[in-house]
């Protein structure tokens, strides 16, 4: 299993410009999230996902837009970058079924490390 | 979510083992105490989960005090791997609906050679 895979490891993006942040996962995890990291604030919840074709928002989902078409797929659309969206970002996956123990056993990819200009 | 309290950072002597407490005095019945940890510039790792009893895996070992108001962390042989920031987050186990993890500052451990 290839785990939690993210592309890309790097971006540059000028100000409003769009793009589209990549997240699969091979472990038929039913969640999956998108998380923010920057100095000082720890990891911040943007959008989340318990199955195909449902998604909700976490704390901070301005300027994100998700979607959920496939169990192994969750992309995070940054709609018009701007510099306050530079930051390292992760995507995880759980497994969710019947409230289980094991959704807080997360998994998380190498993240994507973005730089708005 | 119990609110935890962690030392801000730790020393270690390569190989020999790194106890990293974790204080969580308001932590309810049906809350379960997570490990995991961030190696610099990559993603956060789970470790390992317990209730009341010890637990250990090839990673770790936990143990939680008999009232349940305290754990640590055990890695019985640091390598210098082990350098990260590690992370004691209390959570409802079965039965919540809220997936997000909130992770707090961490304890930083530094395993010197």
């Known amino acids: 299993n290839a785990g939690v895979t993210q592309t890309p490891k790097f971006q540059v993006l000028k100000t409003g410009q769009s793009m589209t942040l990549q997240c699969a996962q091979d472990?038929?995890?039913?969640?999956m999230s998108w998380y923010r990291q920057d100095p000082g604030m720890g990891l911040r919840l943007i959008h989340y996902?318990?199955?195909?074709?449902?998604?909700d928002q976490g704390e901070v989902p301005n300027g994100y837009n998700v979607s959920r078409s496939t169990t192994e797929d969750f992309p995070l659309r940054l709609l018009s970058a701007a510099p306050s969206q530079t930051s390292v970002y992760f995507c995880?996956?759980?497994?969710?079924?019947?409230?289980?123990?094991?959704?807080?056993?997360?998994?998380f990819g190498a993240g994507t490390r973005l730089s708005v200009l | 979510d119990a609110k935890t309290t962690q030392p801000t950072s730790m020393d270690c002597a390569e190989g020999r083992a790194a106890n990293l407490p974790c204080n969580h005095s308001?932590?309810?019945?049906?809350?379960?105490v997570y490990w995991y940890r961030q190696i610099h510039s990559q993603g956060p790792q789970y470790i390992i989960h317990?209730?009341?009893n010890n637990e250990t895996n090839e990673m770790a070992s936990l143990i939680i005090t008999e009232d349940r108001k305290s754990s640590t962390l055990i890695l019985p042989h640091a390598t210098l791997r082990d350098t990260a920031v590690y992370y004691c987050?209390?959570?409802?186990?079965?039965?919540?609906?809220?997936?997000?993890?909130?992770f707090g500052k961490g304890t930083l451990l530094t395993v010197n050679p």
């Open positions: 987050i209390v959570r409802v186990g079965r039965g919540g609906s809220n997936y997000k993890l909130t």
């Open positions: 317990g209730l009341k």
């Open positions: 308001t932590i309810s019945g049906n809350e379960y």
């Open positions: 996902s318990v199955g195909a074709g449902i998604t």
């Open positions: 472990m038929n995890h039913e969640y």
């Open positions: 995880a996956s759980s497994y969710a079924k019947d409230r289980s123990l094991a959704k807080n056993i997360q998994y």
